[in-house]
């Protein structure tokens, strides 16, 4: 079953479970689009942004707010596929290796990799500040 939901700069296509490709613009003007296409999806969360051709900082802040929820609930969330700008705006801020690695939940809870959750990485350590004389 083919599902899809369009804004007049986004589509969102179901590929079955909780798999969704995104394509057009995922943006300001967007990103209630996919929120709200997405408000009741349970379980892992695979997208593929091969066709997103514009992300500004609303379609980031919408993407942190789907992995996190899915988080809670659980699931993971995983990024499968990027387009060159999707990538490197995710890469600007940091967001990229996260989101295509995966987030998952309790071991074996979902089932979307089998290698259960992933290790965080240790706080970042700030060297001490130098006094001023």
């Known amino acids: 079953m ?11 296509v179901a590929r ?3 798999t969704f490709e995104i394509y057009g613009e995922l943006d300001l003007a967007t990103v209630s689009t996919l929120e709200s296409a997405l408000a ?3 379980g892992p ?8 051709t ?3 900082s609303c379609g980031i802040a919408a993407l942190v707010r789907l992995q996190q929820g899915c988080i ?18 995710l ?15 309790p071991a074996g809870a979902d089932g979307a990799d089998g ?14 500040p130098i006094p001023l004389r």
């Open 45 to 52: 969360v695979r997208l593929d942004v091969r066709g997103v």
């Open 54 to 56: 514009f992300l500004d």
């Open 115 to 128: 290698a259960g959750p992933a290790k965080a990485a240790p706080p970042a350590r700030h060297p001490a």
């Open 72 to 89: 809670a609930d659980g699931h993971a969330f995983r990024v499968d596929g990027c387009s060159d700008q999707a990538e490197r705006v």
């Open 16 to 18: 079955g479970g909780c």
């Open 40 to 42: 009741d999806v349970r």
């Open 91 to 105: 890469r600007m801020v940091g967001l990229y290796e996260l989101f295509t690695r995966g987030e998952p939940g």
């Open 2 to 12: 083919r599902v899809t939901r369009r804004s007049s700069a986004l589509r969102l």
